[in-house]
């Protein structure tokens, strides 16, 4: 099975794959591996690999993520005949189902009020040491997912255009699926109070340093408190920013397909629309996008053609 690992690896290492896909890989490999180093491939049983999965005790989404891996490397396997056919191939919707859910009990999108917006980007604002406020700025008002944002250079937003838009190239966007994402009016001032526009959008020398910096904004801005245990827990969805634009965008506009577009979905219509309605009203969505730094020009000038 080792061999099948490392051909497979191979060929991800010859592809054009950002380091963590890679990363992802290995560890992956590594316990799937270790459950099963005694029993060779050919004799692999769905039931084993089910037991396994369950054994795991992740959540659907961790279940469902080292599913996908096991599948990818039984039809791997078969490709480099190995195998006949993948054990998994035996898997039924129903036994799915069990393993990773249905689907149809995901919590609805986590949305900022228009005060929390507020008060988020103003604290990023107050401390430009956290080097936050654009990466902010992107998120709540363009939409653009935080992986992204720690990406983006600043060659990439263009906010100073006639038409300003990010863009998110192959290099940066999830999947490889370049968009031109719009920034909206309000965005483009709070990015026209950033002095420092070289390099990156927003610094990571190490892996964990934005998740740290972001949780010290969080606690500047008051969010989140102290459990039991007097351990202060922020309680941040990772998906706010994203969800609170795509909710506010749709109440503003009334139109999934160009609330979508921006997002980068290749889902359907429907799955926007049964994600983001109802949650956000056009009166709040016009504070949402009224959200401005105060000592900048109040007027917001719309640059629509």
């Known amino acids: 099975m080792e061999g099948l690992f490392k051909s497979k ?5 010859r592809g ?12 992956s490999a590594r316990r799937f591996s270790d459950a099963f180093e005694e029993i060779p491939i050919i004799e692999l049983q769905v039931e084993q690999i089910k037991e396994w999965l369950l054994g795991l005790g992740g959540g659907p989404r961790t279940t469902q993520n080292y599913l996908s891996f096991a599948t990818d490397i039984m039809n791997h396997a078969v490709q480099s005949r190995c195998l006949v056919k993948s054990p998994l191939d035996y898997l039924t ?4 189902k069990e393993l990773c859910g249905s689907g149809a009990s995901k919590k609805e999108p986590s949305v900022l009020s228009v005060d929390d917006a507020r008060k988020l980007v103003q604290t990023a604002y107050e401390n430009p040491k956290l080097n936050l406020l654009p990466a902010v ?3 709540l008002f363009c939409g653009i997912r935080t992986e992204e944002i720690k990406r983006l250079d600043w060659a990439q937003a263009k906010d100073r255009d006639s038409q300003p838009i990010v863009t998110i190239s192959s290099a940066i966007a999830k999947k490889r699926r370049i968009r031109h994402v719009d920034i909206s009016d309000n965005a483009k001032l709070w990015l026209s109070t950033c002095k420092d526009r070289v390099g990156q959008i927003t610094y990571s020398p190490i892996n964990n340093d934005y998740q740290r910096r972001f949780r010290t904004l969080l606690k500047l801005a008051g969010f989140g408190g102290k459990d039991e245990k007097g351990v ?10 994203r969800h609170s634009f795509g909710s506010y965008h749709f109440a503003l506009h009334g139109d999934s397909l160009e609330t979508s577009r921006q997002l980068g979905h290749k889902a359907s219509d429907q799955v926007l ?5 109802a949650l956000a009203t056009k009166e709040q969505a016009e504070r949402y996008f009224s959200i401005k730094p105060e000592n900048v020009d109040s007027k917001i000038v719309s640059i629509a053609g």
């Open 9 to 13: 690896q191979m060929r991800f290492e």
């Open 93 to 96: 919707t129903n036994e799915r």
């Open 273 to 277: 629309f049964d994600h983001y309605r």
């Open 16 to 27: 054009d794959l950002r380091k963590t896909s890679i990363d992802d890989f290995r560890v």
């Open 137 to 139: 700025v992107l998120g």
């Open 232 to 241: 202060w827990r922020s309680g941040w969805d990772a998906n706010a920013m």
